[in-house]
């Protein structure tokens, strides 16, 4: 996987037990359209704390275009902010 680190948006899921579900994202390509990506599947899901921040990283996949491709998509608690960090 290439290292991407771009910021998106995120439609997830926040049940009350403090589970995150991510069910899909769009990011802005460099011609300024919009693709958007359903997540098919959350295969990981970990707790990384880098520089004292503490994020949740997810390891998903999906059909891209007509590739099934693996991803991580990481969210930081403290800013509340989503990132397609790899792809």
């Known amino acids: 996987m290439k290292v991407v680190r771009k910021p998106i948006d995120v439609s997830a899921i926040f049940y009350q037990e403090g589970v995150?579900?991510?069910?899909?994202?769009?990011?802005?390509?460099?011609?300024?359209?919009?693709?958007?990506?359903?997540?098919?599947?959350?295969?990981?899901?970990?707790?990384?704390?880098?520089a004292g921040n503490k994020m949740w990283v997810f390891t998903c996949e999906s059909t891209i275009g007509d590739?099934?491709?693996?991803y991580q998509l990481k969210y930081e608690l403290d800013t509340c902010q989503w990132m397609l960090f790899k792809i």
């Open 67 to 70: 590739m099934q491709r693996l």
């Open 20 to 50: 995150i579900v991510p069910i899909k994202f769009r990011i802005q390509k460099s011609d300024e359209s919009w693709v958007v990506v359903k997540v098919d599947r959350v295969i990981a899901k970990e707790l990384e704390k880098l």
